[in-house]
């Protein structure tokens, strides 16, 4: 067991454990958009930063990936954190204006002046790798992934074309923190990342539960029979 | 195959004697800035020359790495008194009869006076590369034999001592004891953080994982910068002698160089350097009869600046895309492959061999209290001598600009310099005393970085500087984490608009806020001086900022939205403005005042540039 504090309090954490969870867990309210509990954390929106203090030494870490150690002094509050929080919700805010959680965020930090001219071409997407992640380490299927870099940095499937890997299970859509990606189920047909999809139809009930490609990956990886997975869960 | 060091001090004879049978040497300057000014035809003009005089036997032709003073090229140095010639066949008309002037050099001794170097009095002239004060300033311990050696031969390198360090590591010295030298040597890295080159060998030494991997970082990406690519180009088997004693350091058996694929040259030379390593044994099995295997391969960047920052680095060596990681777990004890991995630059490894052969009490003689050893820098801009430069550490930029230097082009005066690349600072004419190294940098909110030096003049508008630096930044940030992707751009945003002339007061605080979130608030070293072209303009040049904002005024006369060009009553209608004028918008009649149209005028300074009697005036 380690012993450290935030703001002032003792906490105890496991080794290896990195502080964010530890301060969660202790009541802290630290914002966070890349970091999710079953991918862990990536260090790409920089919302959870807090100021360490080592010995004499001071500074600020993100705190999704800054391990605990013995005796560390970690502040969630300082002007320099809030100086870098406040700052990237502005940022974010100003390249996703339509983004609800931005919106909440900027109200309940107080950014209320945004003093950027608005993006309207990047969506509700803030590139915080949760749906490539989600892809890749969740489903197995790795159909996304960045391309470009800078402001041309983008989530796409490979070369902008619709994605042979992809099964549509629609995974990304449900982890995006933003709700940026576009799904659509209509007349037995699933739409996503430019691709559409057959669903499959329940040959008990008729009713579209999944699709076709995604009840042939499950297939393939469990060996269960694919007629078995035509049947939707309220009819086996 | 080599294996002893009688195999070394053969080779080095068998080459002494070679060249004792020509009786005249040319050194022809193979480097970047020579090439892109017509060595290599200088070179074929010379062998043609040479073989139709019957000459070719008499007179070894060497074709070395760069000399350094680029801005005299191309560079041809005669025999070992270094006769030095200068812009040979710059103008191409007078190539021939500058070729035939060097063949009677050779031939008679007669120097020509007209292919030498001016001096600074007037009428006399530089005979030899000793008396010019660009090279007797320096101190090269680093390029030393480039652009003396053919960096394509392996035996040139070892009969200037090449390898010599390696036996005597492998052969005489433990490993501990290699390491407490680095260490005691005092050397930092070379690449820019300047972090102790001998902890980070004692903690990827002391990592726990295997295997562990020595890396050399090659990838040189900041504009006006070409240390690496001289070095990597003009001696690279000092770069791979450094990395064999460092995998034996450390216990490594294997090391990538990671070259950005842009520099072609480099990266055949390095190829050239390793296949003759191997062949020869110093890369492979039981190197030296010691038991000791090192092999190392070539790695090719593809073009993002982010790639010479270690994690990104590794990352695309590990072939995925070049983002950085946070280090908070450091690459010695996880890096590459998540295995212990120990990164230097490309000059730290190649300081390796000096400080084996020479001993570390010596390396530790050259620099100050906390810096040792040499550095080069490329000295760029408005600058009468640009080239390549190396010093101990610890110059003053009054030396390296001016004793070196030559001082500033046109005799104008000096502004600022920019160093440590993009994400660097501009340092005023208030510093030009400071003793240069990796802290006194830092502490004036510059950086060291990988040693580019440019120098600007009273020509250069502050607020121009910093946005073209921080354009280069927010096209090369790899856009991973939110303040240096969106930080960057909307300071580059704040910037343009200043330069447009439509900045606002609270734009200056603004930038300083932001500035200061994208420094802390970034992922990798890049993010995190990447608002230093900025802030470091801010700091000393407030009152250009503040021209520009409130007086609506480019001080320097740079930024086009806030400048037009007039003519005075001084102008003696010579025409020639007119005449070169792209947009016909300069009248007047011959002998008599020119006037500009200014609706029509674009604003390019041809007619600035070419009046003979400074009628022109930016206002």
């Known amino acids: ?236 | 195959m080599i294996q002893s060091l009688d195999d070394l001090e053969n080779i080095k004879k068998e080459r002494d004697s070679q060249y004792r049978k020509h009786k005249k040497t040319v050194r022809i300057c193979f480097g970047p800035g020579c090439q892109a000014s017509g060595s290599r035809k200088i070179y074929e003009l010379l062998k043609a020359e040479l073989k139709s005089e019957s000459l070719q036997s008499k007179v070894r032709v060497v074709t070395t790495g760069c000399h350094g003073l680029c801005e005299r090229g191309p560079l041809v140095i005669l025999n070992d008194d270094e006769i030095f010639y200068q812009s040979i066949g710059k103008r191409k008309a007078k190539a021939e009869e500058e070729i035939r002037l060097i063949i009677n050099t050779i031939k008679t001794g007669e120097i020509a006076d007209k292919l030498l170097m001016d001096s600074h009095e007037k009428g006399k002239k530089y005979t030899s590369v000793k008396e010019i004060p660009f090279y007797s300033f320096q101190k090269k311990i680093i390029l030393n034999i480039v652009g003396k050696i053919d960096p394509e031969y392996i035996d040139e390198y070892i009969a200037h001592d090449g390898y010599k360090a390696l036996f005597k590591a492998l052969t005489t010295m433990k490993s501990d004891e290699i390491l407490g030298w680095v260490q005691k040597s005092g050397l930092r890295g070379r690449g820019g953080g300047g972090f102790a080159t001998g902890a980070k060998w004692k903690s990827c030494k002391e990592a726990h994982g295997s295997p562990k991997y020595i890396l050399a970082n090659g990838d040189e990406g900041d504009p006006g910068a070409f240390m690496d690519r001289v070095l990597m180009e003009g001696n690279p088997h000092a770069i791979l002698e450094g990395m064999i004693i460092g995998g034996y350091t450390i216990g490594s058996n294997q090391g990538y160089i990671y070259v950005r694929d842009e520099y072609p040259l480099a990266v055949k030379r390095l190829s050239t350097a390793i296949e003759q390593a191997r062949k020869q044994g110093l890369l492979g099995t039981n190197i030296f009869n010691t038991g000791f295997d090192f092999d190392i391969a070539i790695v090719r960047g593809g073009g993002a600046f982010v790639c010479g920052e270690s994690t990104a680095l590794m990352s695309s060596l590990e072939g995925k895309s070049g983002e950085p990681r946070a280090k908070y777990i450091h690459t010695v004890e996880r890096g590459l492959w998540d295995k212990p991995s120990n990164l230097n630059n490309v000059e730290t490894w190649a300081c390796i061999p000096v400080i084996i052969n020479n001993g570390w009490e010596w390396f530790a003689s050259i620099g100050n209290e906390k810096n040792k050893g040499t550095k080069v820098f490329s000295l760029v801009g408005k600058v009468k001598n640009t080239g390549l430069v190396e010093v101990p550490i610890g110059a003053t930029l009054r030396q390296i600009i001016y004793d070196i230097g030559g001082g500033i082009q046109d005799d104008r005066e000096f502004k600022a310099v920019q160093t440590g690349g993009p994400s660097g600072g501009c340092i005023p004419k208030e510093y030009l005393e400071t003793p240069i190294d990796f802290d006194t940098l830092r502490e004036l909110g510059s950086m060291m970085g990988s040693g580019g030096m440019i120098v600007m003049d009273d020509r250069n508008c502050m607020v121009d500087v910093a946005r073209y630096f921080l354009k280069f930044l927010v096209e090369e940030s790899c856009g991973k984490c939110v303040p240096c992707r969106e930080g960057t751009r909307r300071m580059l945003e704040i910037v343009e608009r200043i330069c447009d002339g439509e900045g606002k007061e609270e734009d200056i605080a603004h930038l300083e806020e932001l500035g200061r979130a994208v420094n802390i608030g970034s992922l990798c070293g890049l993010g995190q001086s990447a608002a230093n072209p900025v802030l470091s303009t801010l700091k000393y040049f407030m009152d250009e900022y503040e021209a520009h904002i409130k007086d609506k005024k480019c001080p320097a006369g740079v930024c086009k939205p806030l400048i037009h060009y007039t003519i005075l009553e001084n102008c003696t209608g010579c025409t020639l403005c007119a005449r070169e004028c792209p947009s016909n918008c300069i009248t007047g009649e011959k002998k008599k005042l020119h006037t500009i149209n200014q609706d029509k005028c674009i604003k390019c300074g041809m007619c600035y540039e070419v009046c003979k009697f400074g009628a022109v005036k930016v206002v």
Not at chain 1, 98 to 114: I, M, P, S, T, Y
């Open chain 1, 1 to 236: 067991m380690i012993e450290f504090m935030i703001d002032g309090k003792k906490v105890r954490a496991q080794e290896g454990e990195f502080i964010l969870p530890v301060a969660l867990r202790e009541g802290f309210d630290i914002p966070t958009l890349c970091h999710h509990e079953t991918l862990g954390s990536d260090g790409r929106c920089r919302l959870c930063v807090v100021e360490v203090a080592r010995g004499t030494r001071k500074r600020i870490v993100t705190s999704c990936l800054y391990q605990v150690a013995e005796g560390i002094e970690v502040s969630t509050n300082t002007p320099d954190v809030m100086l870098v929080r406040k700052s990237v919700i502005e940022l974010l805010y100003a390249r996703c204006p339509e983004a609800e959680v931005l919106q909440h965020l900027a109200r309940k930090f107080g950014v209320e002046d945004v003093r950027y001219a608005k993006d309207h071409d990047k969506g509700k997407c803030i590139l915080c790798n949760i749906c490539i992640r989600t892809c890749a380490e969740i489903v197995g299927v790795s159909a996304l992934g960045f391309s470009g870099k800078g402001m041309a940095k983008k989530v796409t499937t490979p070369f902008d074309e619709p994605s042979d890997a992809c099964i549509a299970c629609g995974a990304c859509v449900v982890a995006c923190p933003t709700g940026h990606i576009f799904m659509k189920d209509d007349k037995g047909v699933r739409t996503i990342w430019r691709k559409k999809f057959p669903l499959a139809q329940c040959p008990v009930c008729s009713r579209y539960h999944a699709p076709v490609e995604q009840l042939k990956y499950i297939s393939k990886i469990t060996n269960v029979p694919l007629e078995t997975l035509m049947v939707c869960q309220d009819c086996k």
